[in-house]
């Protein structure tokens, strides 16, 4: 029998969360226009350069339009415009349009076809490139817009607040979203580093990605959206759902009131890290909670730069990041050149499976004195700021004489060595490395990434590329507890740190700092703040021989006490 007040069942939809938070409002769903047909008459020579012009006049709106929505935005979604942006003036994509049209085909089907070669030429390259196809898409669409003398395409303004659903959203799109009225975001494709759930994170709206089910959900149906969870409910109650939604306004409270240094609710000090790539990253971590740099990429700062910066250059980049933290730790990471961020003087340009290749300390097969003067130019930046304390690791370590030789040149240059665990091999012969180094950092992005044996970009994995996974877990608790043995730091800088509930449960592992973007420090902060360290060793506990990331989740939020 049922009430007919009451909801009679409830259907859920499953994805991977990627911004937390919990939302209860319609659904309103936001589909790309439908495409023009693929071909059209040929255009009649003398008609040809009008249609160049017009080409060059709407991609020059369209590149206009969103370098200027750059420049009123801040830090990562003024970064994500401009980078779709320049895809509108990218030469060679303008270069085979305007080819194609003055060869006869009219200014919207070349658009069309120009755009079909680089996307099939990025998702060759995969990485970073093939989450860039989205971006390259919406460019299109734009365009497209402008030669048929139509509005842009975009998201349709709400006038209350509504769960936002779309096969996948394109950066310029999430970009604009206001969070009082776009509640939360849920894609069926798109993966937790996309441009898209960067931005949900900056905007701090609760976003869920990857869900394949997202199509059962009804334009205009309420919707609660759990996304510490991942999941997306029709027919809820709306009395519960409602105070779930308070609920977890509640936790933002203790999230905005919380400051370091971050302990557990029982006094145990958690050191909580900021991953930076510059002097200015540093200085924004350093003025909030992080407690110093866990991890500094240093190959961000190069990827434009054609040629091997000097000794004394490279030293002038890595000073500042060292000045914002005069009396902390900072782990530098040699260059992680290769596969998702090529750098013009350390990368191989042929390679058939880049993240399989030459990247990070294999570079240094090719030309070791990158790395030496590397070594040399953080030794010189470390001697300018001396109550800095510096920490160096190598990234994608997989032998045991890669970490000696490395551990060797640095310890010589009077610094602490360490490698990151990214590869299983360094997890098997933990002991070994262990012993080669003074700490190691687990990067927790690579080693779920080459554990699961799915490429961390891409938008269709993102189910085995979380960090949840049972055997990624079983790796790092492995690894924590080696480091415990041997009394040597363990430390996690992937993504996996950044998951409050995450964070517990490497706390309760033995991991002994947690490095991660600076506006991820208080929520991880205030979640640990609310457990005891005996709660995070349960839920260590509770994750092992779990079936899957799902049932991981679960059973950590339980040993947790967390609904
Ligand atoms: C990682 O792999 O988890 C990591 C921190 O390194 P990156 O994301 O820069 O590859
Ligand atoms: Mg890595």
């Known amino acids: 029998m049922t009430d007919s007040t009451e909801p009679t069942s409830t259907t859920t939809v499953y994805g991977t969360p ?17 495409m023009p047909p693929a071909t059209a008459p040929e255009l009649p020579e003398d008609q040809r ?22 420049s009123e935005a801040e830090g990562h979604v003024a970064e994500v415009l401009t980078v779709t ?122 976003c869920i990605v990857a869900a394949r089910e997202l199509d059962e959900i009804p334009d205009g149906a309420p919707v609660l959206v759990d996304a510490h969870r991942g999941t997306l409910t029709l027919g809820v109650d709306e009395a519960g759902a409602l105070q779930a939604v308070a609920e977890d306004a509640e936790r933002l409270k203790v999230i905005r009131q919380w400051h370091g240094p971050a302990h557990t609710a029982d006094g145990v000090p958690v050191q909580l890290l900021a991953n930076v790539q510059d002097g200015a990253g540093a200085a924004a971590a350093a003025e909030g909670e992080a407690e110093g740099v866990g991890l500094f990429r240093t ?22 990041v060292f000045a914002a933290f005069p009396s902390s730790k900072v782990v530098v990471r040699t260059l992680d050149a290769g596969s998702d961020k090529p750098v013009p003087f350390a990368t191989l340009s042929e390679e058939f499976n880049p993240a399989l290749g030459v ?34 690791m190598a990234p ?58 799915a490429d961390r970009m891409s938008p269709h994995l993102a189910e085995y590329t979380d960090p949840w996974q049972p055997a990624v877990l079983a790796l790092i608790a492995r690894t924590a507890a080696e480091g415990r043995k041997q009394s040597k730091p363990v430390g996690v800088c992937g993504e996996a740190a950044a998951d409050p509930v995450l964070a517990c ?20 902060g205030a979640e640990l703040s609310q457990v005891t360290m005996a709660q995070c060793e349960a839920a260590a506990a509770a994750v092992r021989g779990s079936r899957d990331a799902g049932a991981a989740r679960e059973r950590a939020r339980k040993a947790l006490g967390l609904a």
């Open 85 to 206: 942006a320049s895809l509108a003036t990218d030469r060679a994509w303008k270069r085979e349009a305007t080819g194609r049209i003055r060869k006869g085909t009219p200014a919207v089907q070349a658009t069309m076809a120009a755009t079909e070669k680089f996307i099939v030429l990025f998702e060759k390259a995969g990485g970073l490139m093939e989450e860039r196809t989205t971006d390259l898409r919406d460019v299109r669409d734009r365009v497209i817009a402008h030669l048929q003398g139509q509005p842009e395409p975009g998201i349709p303004l709400a006038d209350h607040p509504v769960v936002l659903l779309a096969d996948d959203l394109s950066p310029a799109d999430t970009a604009g979203l206001r969070p009082e009225l776009y509640v939360a975001i849920a894609t069926q494709v798109g993966g937790p580093t996309s441009h898209t759930s960067i931005i949900a994170r900056q905007l701090g709206i609760p």
């Open 18 to 34: 990627v911004v937390p938070g919990v939302a209860y409002a319609p659904a309103a769903w936001t589909r790309r226009p439908p």
């Open 299 to 320: 190959e961000l700062l190069f990827l434009n730069t054609p040629v091997e910066p000097s000794v004394d250059s490279q030293a002038e980049s890595y000073e500042p």
């Open 505 to 524: 449960v490497l706390t309760g592992m033995g991991i002994t700092s947690l490095s991660m973007a600076t506006n991820a420090i208080p929520p991880v």
């Open 359 to 392: 990247r990070g300390i294999r570079t240094t097969g090719h030309n070791e004195k990158l790395l030496i003067h590397q070594l040399d130019a953080i030794a010189e930046a470390a001697k300018l700021q001396p109550g800095t304390d510096v920490w160096v």
């Open 396 to 453: 994608m370590v997989s032998t045991i004489p890669e970490a000696e030789w490395f551990s060797g040149l640095v310890r010589e240059r009077g610094l602490k060595a360490g490698i990151m665990i990214e590869v299983p091999s360094a997890v098997i012969l933990i002991d070994q490395f262990l012993e080669a180094v003074d700490f190691v950092s687990i990067g927790t992005n690579d080693l779920t990434q080459y554990t699961m044996a």
């Open 49 to 70: 350069e009008g249609a160049v012009a017009d080409f060059d006049a709407a991609t020059k709106a369209v590149a206009d339009g969103l370098f200027k929505r750059a």
